[in-house]
Structures are given as C-alpha cells and as structure tokens.
C-alpha cells in the first residue's frame, strides 16, 4: 500500500488530485514540519516526565488537554482560513457571541413547548448565529474584496459590543438563571463519556473530521489551490468564493463551540472575558505547527500539534512556579523559533 | 533660505507658545495652594469620566453614582472612555469645556491624567478623584484637587492574610492567585498580604512577629478572570498536590479556583481554604456554599460617599489628602445578610 510510486511532474497533474487523498501516517510524518513539531512535543514531555511533579497522571492529562480544546477548535477553523491566505481575527468576539446567546434559551418554564428545545435552542442558535457570522466575514472578503485582516476587524470589534449590548454588559452567573435546563447545558463543558471530558472528544472530532476533510475532499483540494494560486486556480475552474465563503463559516462555526464550552466551564457567561485573545492564541497555535501564514499549504494535525505544544509550555512553566514576563518571553521565543524553521524549509 | 518664516517655523513657534502660554497657566495655578471653590447651589452639574464598563465592578460604581446624583437631583454628565486612556483625556477636557461644577473620575493613568487635573484646576472646576489616584509629583491632593477617594489596597491584601493566618491556625502551604501583573491592586494586595505572613504591617514589625508556618508554595498571575484563574489553579494543583489554602487577588478568580479543586476530587472550604477580594455577590454565594472562607470588600459604591465629601468640600469642612473607603469584610457569620446585595 504504502509504496512511494514515482510522482509525475506537478505541472502536468490535474489540480484536485495534486496529492494522494486518504490517510497515510507516513505521508503525514515525512513531512518534515510535522515531524519538527512533533520532536518538538516530544522533547516537551520528556522534560516534564523528568522534572515536573505528578505529571505523568490522569489529572494532569485531563488538565491539559481540557485547557487545550477550545483553542484546538477554533484553530481548526482558523487553520482553514489560513490556508486559502486569509485571516480570520474576529473568532474571539464570535466566542463571546455564542457565550452570551446561549443562557438566553436556558430559561425555566415552557417557553419554547418542551423544556428540552430550550435546551436544543441554547446549543444550536449561538453556533448558528456566529456560523452567520463568519459568513459576514466571507462576503467582506469575496464581494467587497476586504483584506482579510481588515474584514474581520470589524467583527472582531463589534462582535464584542453585540455580546456586550445583548446582556447589557453584565456577567451572567447560571445559577442564577434558576433554570432545570442549565446541568443539561453544562454538560458541554463539564460533562464526559467514559471518563473523557466531553471537550475533548468534540475536540478529538473536530480534528479527525477536519484533517480529512484537507486532505481527502475535493473541497480540501480547492481550500489549498486557493491559497495556493488564486488567479490560476480560478482559471482552473476553482469556485473561489464559495470556497472562502465556506472556510469563514466554518471559522465562525467552530468559535461558536468553543464559546459554548467556554461559558459553560466557568459556568458564567462574561461579555468581555470570553474568548478574550483567543485570535492570537490560535494563529500561534496554526504557525507554530507548520502552517505557512501565505496559504496555500496547511496541516491540520500540525495545528494540533502547535496547540499542544503551547499549551504544554505554558503547563511548564506554571508547574516550575516562573514568572509570568519570563513566561511570556520564553512562549514568545518557541514562537520565533518555529517560524525560523518555517522560512528554512520554504527558502 | 530667503524665507525667515517658514510654515513649519511658524507652527513650532506657535507650538512653543502655547506650551509656554500653559506652563504659565499651571504655575500660577499652582500658587494658589487650594482647589477651586464650590459655591452652595440648589444642585449641580457633576462631570463623571468612568474608565470603562467592561467589568461588572465598573458597571456597579457607574449605578452607584448615577443613583446618588438622581436621589439628590443633580445633573450626572458621564463619559465612558472605553480603556482608552487618551479617550479619557479628551473626554475630561470636554467636560471642563461644558463648564460642569464639579468633576469626579477615577484617572486610567496616575501620570496621563494628571495634567488635565490641573487644567480643571486653572479653569476653576474642583476635582475629585475616586478609586484610582494621579501622580502626586504632577498634581497634589489638597493643593490642585480636593482629594482621592479609594480603598487601600494594601490593608486588603492584610485582612486576608489575617483572615487566613485565623482560620489555619498559622499552619498553610497557600498558592497565591495575582492579578494582572503590574496593575496596583495586584501589587498592593500581593504586598499587604506578603508583608503580613512576614511579620510587617504598613512598615512596622506585628506583635506576632512572622508566620513561620505559613509558605507561599507557588504565586502565578490568573489576570483576574475566572478562567485563568481556574486553568492556572488546575496545573498548579498538579505540582502542589500539598496545598492547603489559596489566596485570590479577586473573586473571579478564587470561584475558577474552586471549579479546579471540585473537578480534582478536592473539597474546597474543607481541606482547602479560600480567601479573596471584591465582595461580589458571586463570592457571598460561594461563601454561603461553604466553598469560599471569607472576602475582603473593595467597594465599588462610590456614589454616596464621592458626594458626601462633596458637601463637606461646598461647606469648607477639613478634607484629608485621601479618603479611605471602609471596605466591610464577609464570612460564614454575614455573607448570607448581604447575598444578592452587592454587584
């Protein structure tokens, strides 16, 4: 199966089937950016096995990567977007959007017929709204030909007032909300199966979902022919605006989830903390795993990997009790290295 | 060079005037060596420059001054500079341009704001400032602005670790939970609490002299939210599975830092005891639960007291150079009398 057959020249191959698709684990280490970042981790978990106190447990695995989810989501999204050379800023205020929407639907009596389509409503108005949203995003950028950073600026300033002006900018405790539906709810966040937070599962299949979609779907296939060459691509056939429509949905899609897991964590939903720098934290998070910021290529599980990473440093870094400017300098200093070996490989 | 005046020349010495022509303004503003006078009117125009609404905190201390000034009939003109510090500038020179009677606000910067407290000075409005102060090398309490209004942070921060030395019995391995690094409450409280588990109150040696039994074990910043506050707590417990009590520089914080303990199997309010500051009703309701120990006030309300200092100002009553607001204290003994009343 898994026998390199000699390539034919690149120029000469169809653009959609310009990489085997399906799912080939050597196929995904050989790429030596995967392989750096996963060295990267590696190294990261050897030190803490060594050095840090109790870090091989249940607890701090459940601690890492419930901490890490939610930015693993979004960065899915953003990895997307990324790869068809856009940016998407605004999925921190979109966060904030879902978080303040949700509690509205958790209301106690028979509002909507039967309690549990309150409970339906909290978990699908929010992500459809900020779906929406992210499509906003995708028209600023398709049809009035915005730069992306510039169009998701905008959101990424009135997401947060919207979120703001629905609740009046107050911080919403849910136990206040007296309402039945609320446990139902904070399943999302709280919640697990077998002994596996939920989040970490709605992460796990983000991530399996997404990564195949990259690299097994036609629409994978135009994500990076976009980003790739758009003149070319568009030439090719390449439906460019529906695939940039489509990818700033999906952004605006999966930061909706990430608010929902967020708010009902902290079971309080806070107007102006909620997704708070998640932009930044998951462009970090696409860059350090490899993915180029140009577009036109892009890793999934590099992203993964660039999330975990991040994340595993700043564990590190808490456990070993070091100041927070040292910290930053140090997260900062991983994030300059990465983007070092990224220019070595594209030069 | 035939051209002596050039349109940039012009606009440099123009520039040179106008500063000249405000220096002169601020010095012989600054020998009067008092704050504008109030005279006794029927009521008042107050220009208030809040900072932001963006915490529930703020929200409360705007309430709080609007309540007062409709209870008494005066006029509340407020601005809300949005975090921006420069926004505040203009908003307050705005307001002293409107020609108010009085100006309230708690300054963003200690040192930005301080020189438009001496434009209000030279154009005659008295200032009062709540909650945060301006550098006193730039403007003086009782000299260029009728005083500053505030909690002391720093005897927070000893209230607490009074709290805690008390209900520990003088024996905890604490994590500290700081606030947003380099902001003054967190300097303050972390200080105040420190100096206390050391043996030092404001500069001088306690009589119990240092708590040999209570350690520090791990201090991060949580940036005062209740999600870092709870992811911070969650990987610090790892490392320090010993820890016995947990010092929050707020409540957001201290309530993420009993959502971590819950989740790690632990027994907040019985085999870790939390305290913290601010006295939100989220904490009353935490401490209601039995998983919050206590929380030191930090009053938002200014509203009543920002005025009250105001009347004594319009009488010519002595004011001191700063008015400490008495910051109440909640535990298991009063927490369910105020629940629901604070912010």
Known sequence: MAVPTPRPARAMEPLAASRRPGFDLRAVLQTSQTARALAALVVLLVYNVLFTTNFVSLGTFNANLTQVATIVIVAVGMTFVIATGGVDLSVGSLMAVSGVLAPLFLVSGGQFGAPWVGLVLAFTVPVAVTALFGLFNG????????????????????????????????????????????????????????????????????????????????????????????????????????????????????????????????????????????????????????????????????????????????????????????????????????????????? | MSRILTRRSVLRLSAAGTGLFVAGRYFTGTTFAAPPPLEQQDTYTIGFAQTDLNNPWRIAESKSMQDEAAARGYTLVETNANEDTAKQIADVKSLIAQGVDILIFPPRESQALAPVVMEAKAAGIPVILIDRDVDHSIAAPGEDYVTFIGSDFIDQGRRAAEWLAEATGGEARIIQLEGTTGADPAIDRQQGFEDYLAGMVQGSPTPDGPIAGMEIIASQTGNFTRDQGREVMQTLLQANPDVTAVYAHNDEMAIGAIAALQEAGRAPGEDVTLVSIDGSNAALDAIVDGTLGATVESSPFFGPIAFATMDQYIAGEEIPDWVKVEDRFFDESNAAEFQGTQY
Do not use: C
């Open chain 1, 139 to 347: 028209t600023l950028v398709t049809k009035v030909g915005l730069q992306p950073i510039i169009a998701t600026l905008v959101l990424f300033l009135a997401g947060r007032g919207i979120a703001q002006v629905i609740v009046n900018g107050e911080l919403r405790e849910f136990r206040n909300l007296g309402s039945p539906l609320v446990p139902g709810f904070e399943f999302i966040g709280l919640g697990g199966i077998a002994g596996v937070r939920f989040q970490i599962l709605i992460m796990a299949v983000v991530v399996a979902v997404a990564a195949w979609a990259l690299r097994a779907t036609v629409f994978g296939r135009y994500v990076l022919a976009t980003g790739g060459n758009e003149a070319a691509s568009r030439l090719a056939g390449v439906p460019i605006q529906k695939v940039k429509l489509t990818v700033y949905t999906i952004s605006g899609l999966l930061a909706g989830i990430a608010g929902l897991i967020v708010v009902a964590i902290n079971r309080s939903s806070d107007p102006h903390r909620v997704g708070e720098l998640m932009e930044l934290d998951a462009i970090a998070a696409v860059a350090v795993g490899g993915t180029p910021l140009s577009g036109g290529r892009a890793t999934i599980l590099g992203t993964l990997l660039g999330a975990l990473i991040i994340q595993l440093l700043r564990f590190t870094l808490i456990s070993h009790n070091i100041s927070d400017g040292v910290a930053r300098i140090v997260i900062a200093a991983v994030i300059v290295v990465a983007v070092l070996l990224q220019r070595q490989r594209t030069s």
